[in-house]
């Protein structure tokens, strides 16, 4: 916005036009006329006698002209919309809120009030005190500037009411009552106490009151109203449509082709199995309408200090439960349009889903314009944010929509944008970290310019929020996980869609046994899906529930008449099958894609027929290039098939969800790897043992792949596998001598150089051991036979780096590695606990006074709190906070009284910060630091910043004034121009300057620190 409207300097100006008679009538009423007349007319008297005539003896009329801006924002709100509407409801709320204000002293003050006037004695001696000139012009220019803020998402009518109003009407009551009380006739009638909490109280009985009234007519202030409120649960995001309904504005014909396919979506099922042939007999999902069951969420505004992709920041964040409410408050509010609101959720929360509910919800109304943006179907990842929504109008209207027609045809509308899977889009574009959010930001900001500003929503995972970049005072919503209530409202709804019908019903408490899995909207729907057609097992981990999904389906389609193969075993046609969805899986990640060409998977299953035996192709098959994949693939409900453009290319390939891509993987990398195990124990000492199958699917991506779950999914099905973790440290080790892609070269689906696959291939191999394991796993287990640990280590993480840092995946790599030194260091995988890659990097090669130097020289030149990771986090962060400031004032400088306390790889740090503040101790405490500083510094190879150098000089010098001044002995001292000085002084004052005369000192001693 290009100015503020929520105060009633800018409201009045929006709301009756900068030209208007009544603005000068507002402001003599007001006592404005004091701020305009300058020194020139302070001195004269008369605009300070004109405003206080204006305050007091027309009182009166103050409150009517207050309530005709009331009316007139109400009558420009029936006609506004775009831009020009968000800046007339903030007008309008601002000019409420103070009219509110004067009828209440109006109110409150009772007969009082009427009695109030100007006397001469008043005039008289008002004039002649600069204070009270002063306290009126200080309210009437509090009243003029003092910004009212509007209810929005977050901070419904209530709370706004408390939060913002309450304190608003405090200041201007205090000010009020300080001016009224000079007055002759205040002091004669004699006021009450505590008349200032009557008149808060009476301005926010009155300003409710109004509002409620305002609420009937304007419905972004009805929003407002209801935020937050207890409802019963809703169908599909209901209330979203019921709230956003009668929004003011209307729209032409074009937009009616859009509308019609977004609100389409509600009376689709969740997920398709009529076309699902090997879906389960007689299993009828819920539509969209009655499945879609509202979650709950958290939510908050960004900060320095926020951390989005952290479960512990997020429990400590505001918990809501009207979802619909809090999208219908914000959309319609003017920062909608300046910032994206971000929604974060886990693999299978729900998010794009919830994107197409909101889509359709939003288009039931002629008022307001939606379109959704699922990012992973844009054609250019790296297009900008109006050329991505151009591509998927183009693409979901087929031509028929563009969005500079929808924006012509809906300049008075309300204009959303719903952007889905930033994740997506980061893993499409190798991005390690993202500029998108800024990205949409300008987008913003040019639509607001050319008048129509949009309101944008984007989701994301929330595991790679840190990496998004999410920009300060963006307001973020988490997804939470299902209650058990909610769980029991699914289950209504999935048995009301099964009613009548031949499958097995799926009961709530039998699902709620399965914990966290249920949760999980996805999860609860494979759940459902796989409860309707057998018994649920006791194993209740996520992997074990895509597997049986898996194999029921599998199952189910070879049973088909069609599909029958006889001599073949049916265990054999089983992993055939699965094969194929793997592979589809692996072309998909390691073509960093959410989903595969055709062509792109007959090259794959060309270059790898897989472990087991395919079925036959039968000469009905035969003019079907990939035979019995198209037809089982392309039949899967979680795999979906989409028509390329050119109708010569063939088909796509995605998964419903990412997730069953990151089973998949896991899977089949599992597979193989027991595969291995077993060839390794069986060979015999002719054979040769090769891993070139394993090589070629894990050479080319990382699978710490920002949002994956591929690894914790191959965790939960590999632990204690003792077979498989010696195969992954076989593999590490005996890395070196590979020197070619080995049988299966022909499988390149990323074109990665001969290095870079090496090392994907160790650090995936590294990864996956360290994951399954259950606790820290030496280092000497991976390194080849006779390698010093430490050295081999870490140039194998200087391989990593020098090869991956540029990748989508170093980034979740290198924060979940996390490496420990010692005697016998180890190496753990671990959920991340955030900092900067370099420094991760160092302490994952074993050199920490690396990592401990970056991070000082990072604090010295950008002063963050967060810089430094250590063992030892206390210490470290109380040096790194001493090394930013000059005069400590926290308990932060007690770190130098305890210098036992101190790792001696943090010595180097604590030398720099002694040497600023170590004149804050007493002489024995310096003595004690100089000595375990200096015996540190023998064992020390570098010496950070000059750090030890600088404090030997400094302790010295300070030891050799305090024992001077201490003992008496002025020698040394008084031989130079600052001793002189500071013997001139007291004692007591001499011993705090020590260190600025040591400084001194040591500016004229550079050579001595060369």
Avoid at 416 to 443: C, H, K, P, W
Avoid at 880 to 907: F, K, M, N, S, Y
Avoid at 961 to 989: C, M, Q, V, W
């Amino acid at each position: 916005m290009t100015r503020s409207a929520d105060s009633l300097g800018n409201a009045r100006e929006i709301l009756l036009g900068k030209r208007s008679p009544t603005i000068k009538v507002l402001d003599r009423l007001l006592g404005a006329g004091i701020l305009a007349a300058g020194p020139v007319g302070a001195a004269t008297g008369q605009p300070w006698l004109l405003a206080a005539w204006g305050w007091v003896d027309q009182k009166n009329e103050l409150v009517a002209r207050l309530d005709e801006l009331v009316a007139k924002g109400r009558g420009k709100l029936r006609r506004s919309g775009g831009h020009r509407r968000h800046e007339v409801l903030a007008a309008t709320h601002a000019a409420l809120a103070v009219a509110a204000f004067f009828t209440a002293v109006r109110d409150v003050v009772g007969p009082v009030y009427d009695e109030l006037e100007l006397s001469e004695d008043d005039l008289a001696r008002l004039s002649a005190l600069p204070g009270h000139r002063e306290e009126l012009g200080s309210l009437a220019g509090r009243l003029l500037s003092l910004p009212v803020r509007l209810p929005r998402a977050g901070c419904g009518f209530h709370e706004n009411l408390d939060g913002a109003l309450r304190p608003y009407y405090d200041e201007l009551a205090r000010r009020c009552v300080g001016f009224f009380a000079g007055l002759e006739a205040w002091r004669r009638i004699g006021h009450r106490t505590g008349v200032a909490d009557e008149l808060r109280d009476g301005a926010l009985e009155r300003y409710r009151a109004e509002y409620f009234r305002l609420a009937a007519d304007v419905p972004e202030f009805r929003i407002w109203a209801v935020f937050g409120e207890h409802r019963a649960e809703q169908d599909a995001l209901a209330r979203l449509e019921e709230l956003t309904r009668s929004l003011a504005g209307s729209s032409r014909v074009a937009l009616e082709a859009l509308r019609g396919i977004n609100r389409a979506v509600l009376t689709s099922p969740i997920v398709n199995l009529d076309e699902a042939t090997s879906g389960p007999p007689t299993v009828r999902v819920p539509t969209v309408q009655r499945g879609y069951v509202e979650p709950h969420f958290r939510w908050a505004v960004m900060g320095p200090s926020s951390r989005p992709a952290q479960e512990e920041w997020w429990q400590q964040q505001r918990r809501g439960t009207d979802l619909a409410g809090f999208v219908a408050a914000h959309v319609v509010s003017a920062a909608a349009a300046e910032r994206p609101l971000v929604v974060l959720g886990h693999p299978g929360s729900g998010k794009s889903l919830f994107t197409k509910v909101c889509t359709a919800r939003l288009s039931a109304t002629d008022a307001v314009m939606t379109v959704r943006v699922p990012l992973r179907d844009v054609a250019e990842p790296t297009a900008s944010v109006y050329r991505q929504i151009e591509d998927v109008l183009r693409e979901s209207t087929h031509g028929r929509v563009e969005w500079r027609t929808l924006c012509e045809g809906s300049e008075d509308c309300l204009r959303v944008v719903l952007i889905d899977g930033l994740d997506e889009l980061m893993q499409a574009t190798g991005a390690t970290e993202s500029r998108y959010l800024r990205n949409v930001m300008d987008f913003q900001r040019t639509e607001s310019a050319g008048g129509g500003p949009a309101a944008v929503i984007v989701t994301s995972r929330t595991l790679v929020a840190d990496l998004a970049a999410i920009p300060e005072d963006c307001l973020v919503v988490r997804l939470e996980e299902f209650t058990d209530e909610q769980i029991g409202t699914w289950a209504e709804r999935w048995a009301e869609a099964n009613a009548g019908g031949a499958s097995r019903p799926v009961e709530a408490a039998r699902l709620r046994e399965y914990g966290d899995l249920a949760r999980q909207p996805l999860l609860l729907l494979l759940l459902a899906i796989v409860a309707a057609g057998r018994e649920l097992p006791a194993d209740g981990t996520t992997a074990a529930l895509y597997r049986m999904l898996l194999d029921d389906f599998v199952h189910r389609e070879l049973a088909r008449p069609d599909n029958q193969a006889p001599g073949h075993p049916q265990e054999e046609r089983v992993a055939a099958e699965l094969w194929k969805l793997g592979l589809v899986a692996f072309g998909m990640l390691n073509r960093g894609r959410q989903h595969l060409a055709e062509h792109d998977l007959e090259a794959d299953l060309r270059a790898l027929p897989g472990p087991a035996a395919t079925v036959p192709v039968r000469p009905r098959d035969l003019a079907r290039p990939l035979g019995p994949a198209r037809r089982v693939i392309g039949r899967f409900f979680f795999v979906v098939a989409a028509e390329a453009d050119a109708g010569a290319a063939g088909r796509s390939y995605e998964f419903l969800h990412a997730t069953f891509g990151d089973f998949l993987v896991a899977f089949q990398a599992l597979e193989l790897l027991r595969d291995a195990a077993k060839a390794r124990t069986l060979r015999t000492a002719s054979q040769v043992w090769d891993d070139d199958l394993l090589f070629a699917l894990l050479s080319h991506t990382l699978l710490a792949t920002a949002g994956s779950r591929t690894i914790d999914l191959f965790a939960e099905q590999a632990r204690g596998d003792e077979a498989v973790a010696a195969v992954l440290e076989h593999i590490v080790s005996a890395a070196q001598h590979r020197w070619t892609a080995g049988r299966h070269a022909a499988y390149d689906p990323s074109g990665a150089p001969p290095v870079r696959r090496l090392a994907t291939y160790t650090a995936n191999a590294v990864a996956l051991r360290l994951a399954m394991a259950d606790g820290p796993v030496p280092l000497s287990r991976f390194g080849p036979p006779g390698a010093e640990t430490g050295e081999w280590w870490s140039g194998q993480v200087r391989l990593w780096e020098a090869m991956l840092a540029p990748t989508a995946g170093w980034g979740p790599f290198i924060s979940r590695l996390q490496v420990t030194d010692g005697e016998h260091p180890a190496a753990a995988w671990q959920f991340p606990a955030g900092g900067w890659a370099e420094d991760m990097v160092e302490i994952a090669a074993l050199r920490t006074d690396r990592a401990m130097q970056l991070a000082a020289g990072r604090t010295v030149l950008h002063g963050s709190r967060e810089d430094v990771h250590h063992p030892s986090p206390r210490i470290a962060r109380d040096l790194a906070l001493l090394l930013r400031r000059w005069l400590p004032d926290g308990p932060e400088l007690a770190v130098l009284t305890a210098p036992g306390e101190i790792p001696p790889d943090l010595h180097g740090l604590a030398s720099v910060v002694a040497a600023r503040h170590g004149g804050r101790l007493d002489t024995e405490q310096l003595r004690e630091l100089a000595r375990t500083l200096g015996e540190g510094a023998d064992r020390a190879h570098t010496d950070l910043l000059g750090g030890r150098r600088l404090f030997t000089i400094f302790a010295n010098m300070m030891i050799d004034f305090s024992d001077h001044l201490e003992s008496g002995d002025l020698r040394g001292i008084a031989d130079t121009r600052e001793g002189r000085a500071l013997l001139a002084l007291p004692p007591e004052l001499a011993r705090p300057l020590i260190p600025e005369l040591v400084a001194s000192l040591l500016s004229t001693r550079q050579q001595d620190l060369a």
